[in-house]
């Protein structure tokens, strides 16, 4: 668990894709076991988050294509699954 309030933070993605910025998740490599943990809190969420499209202009084609198919797995992902309140409990 997260003990208490967080100083402040200021996302600003780097990249277009899974609005990861404006999320309470965090993602960790764990390389020793080769796998990959999160933790969730909504303490975790950025206070604010910064779009910049100049950022985006700089990247790579290789990053700039797979960063738009991110972006098309998430929106899959979002229209085909069951919504929270229709999922067994």
């Given at each position: 668990p997260v003990p208490g309030p967080l100083t402040p933070l200021i996302a600003i993605p780097t990249t277009a894709g899974t609005g990861s910025e404006t999320t309470g998740v965090?993602?960790?490599d764990d390389t020793p076991t080769?796998?990959?943990t999160g933790i969730a809190h909504r303490r975790l969420k950025a206070?604010?988050?910064i779009v910049d499209p100049d950022n985006i202009r700089s990247l790579t084609p290789s990053v700039a294509k797979y960063s738009g198919i991110d972006v098309?797995?998430?929106a899959m992902e979002s229209y085909t699954a069951i919504p929270y309140n229709l999922r067994p409990s």
């Amino acid at each position: 668990p997260v003990p208490g309030p967080l100083t402040p933070l200021i996302a600003i993605p780097t990249t277009a894709g899974t609005g990861s910025e404006t999320t309470g998740v965090a993602i960790f490599d764990d390389t020793p076991t080769k796998s990959k943990t999160g933790i969730a809190h909504r303490r975790l969420k950025a206070t604010l988050g910064i779009v910049d499209p100049d950022n985006i202009r700089s990247l790579t084609p290789s990053v700039a294509k797979y960063s738009g198919i991110d972006v098309l797995c998430h929106a899959m992902e979002s229209y085909t699954a069951i919504p929270y309140n229709l999922r067994p409990s």
